[in-house]
């Protein structure tokens, strides 16, 4: 099936899972959709998420796309249930996905979150882990510093390093946790220095892998995979600033897929 999978963040957060499905289903073709005009959604009342999703949601099916990937633990979190009732092809979020990975990290069932405001409100991650296992001892916390940061562009270094420390701290200093999830798509791209902060003994679970596995197999499902030979020609969109979109898009994506330096990028507005 020659229709592309279409993946959608409020930012650049859902690069990360737009570069493993491109890792692990190297012929399917993407598009993708960063609200990054209206990022950070992770703040917002559960009604606007709901609505703006629903909007990206409507551009990408006007492009005939054959799957959804919700590439944002916040709308997930808000919409994933009510889009499946109502949209006529697959949808997935990156809740399932996350929660099942850290349960197979965890040794002491003690598992960390940190997510946005909305994520952690909705405790959808917590319910998802005791739903699989009931003894779990779940912890999550709010970052609401870490997307903000991220959509400038600013994921290494000292001022990273500083914000990092200081948003990890209460976590740190009183939970025993041996798996920390990073329930939101930006924190991947602080993936080593909350490994750093957190130190070796923490498992850093993101949920992106796991994500894409499961594309995979509801592709094959709904007998949907592309068969064929050829190299996918990837697209991506954004609501805001297309130049700074650009630059971190090739930091994810350029030393490792230079064949995503051909993508058509362009600035939309929804
Ligand atoms: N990347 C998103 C998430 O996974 C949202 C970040 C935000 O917009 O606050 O939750």
Redesign the pocket.
């Known amino acids: 099936m020659k229709r592309a999978i279409g993946v959608i963040?409020?930012?650049v957060?859902?690069l990360t899972v737009a570069y493993e499905l491109m890792r692990q289903l190297p012929k399917e073709e993407i598009i993708y959709l960063g609200d990054t005009l209206r990022?950070?959604?992770?703040?917002r009342p559960e009604h606007e998420v709901k609505q703006f999703t629903k909007e990206m949601i409507q551009f990408l099916m006007e492009k005939n796309i054959k799957m959804i990937v919700i590439?944002?633990?916040?709308?997930?979190a808000f919409t994933l249930e009510e889009l499946r009732q109502t949209l006529p092809i697959p949808i997935i979020g990156?809740i399932q996905p996350g929660s099942r990975a850290a349960i197979n990290a965890t040794k002491n069932e003690q598992i960390g979150i940190i997510?946005?405001e909305?994520?952690v409100r909705s405790n959808a991650y917590t319910d998802a882990l005791k739903q699989i296992n009931a003894n779990l001892h779940v912890t999550a916390m709010a970052c609401p510093l870490l997307?903000p940061m991220v959509e400038k562009g600013i994921v290494s270094g000292d001022r990273a390093k500083k914000v990092v420390e200081e948003t990890l701290r209460p976590l740190k200093a009183t939970q025993n946790i041996d798996t920390l999830v990073l329930?939101?798509?930006?924190y991947p791209l602080l993936e080593q220095t909350i490994q750093e902060v957190m130190g070796e003994a923490v498992n850093i679970i993101s949920s992106s892998e796991e994500t894409a596995r499961e594309t995979s197999t509801i592709l094959e499902m709904h007998e949907l995979l592309y068969q064929g030979e050829r190299e996918p020609r990837h697209r991506f969109y954004a609501t805001g600033d297309l130049e700074l979109f650009k630059t971190i898009a090739d930091g994810i994506f350029l030393e490792r897929m230079p064949h995503v330096n051909q993508a058509h990028f362009e600035k939309i507005t929804l």
């Open positions: 963040d409020s930012g957060g859902g990022c950070p959604y992770g703040s590439a944002c633990n916040t709308a997930t990156v997510g946005t909305g994520t997307v329930g939101c798509t930006h």
